[in-house]
């Protein structure tokens, strides 16, 4: 039905910067909360970055003031900008969407997850 693609991720050295992108498609009807999360070897699942339909963002105290989360509603694209990137934010990260699609007869949200792409901060 909904499938979430994400691109961007790579290995950067610290310091350096980029840029993810998530793009959902599908049976979409529209796009709620949209989100970034990442898990790190050993770790749980950690949410980085969340940002509603009408663009309020909340940021994980972590990456504040160095990542930042955006959306193109008109293309169901979430962005998540990633500065001064540190050892420490090496992880999987995976793109989140509460989509509003319809299975069946029924429409409801469903929340729908990326396949998650490696982000690798190494020198």
């Known amino acids: 039905q909904v499938q979430l693609v994400e691109s961007g991720g790579g290995l950067v050295q610290p310091g350096g910067s980029l840029r993810l992108s998530c793009a959902a498609s599908g049976s979409i009807v529209s796009i709620n909360d949209m989100g970034w999360y990442r898990q790190a070897p050993g770790k749980e699942r950690e949410l980085v970055a969340q940002?509603?339909?009408?663009?309020?963002?909340n940021v994980a105290d972590s990456v504040k003031g160095r990542f930042t989360i955006s959306r193109d509603n008109a293309k169901n694209t979430v962005y998540l900008q990633m500065n001064s990137l540190k050892p420490e934010d090496t992880a999987v990260y995976y793109c989140?969407?509460?989509?509003?699609?319809?299975?069946?007869?029924?429409?409801?949200?469903?929340?729908?997850w990326g396949q998650g792409t490696q982000v690798t901060v190494s020198s």
């Open positions: 989140n969407a509460d989509v509003l699609s319809t299975r069946a007869m029924r429409t409801m949200f469903y929340a729908y």
């Open positions: 940002i509603t339909k009408r663009g309020s963002t």
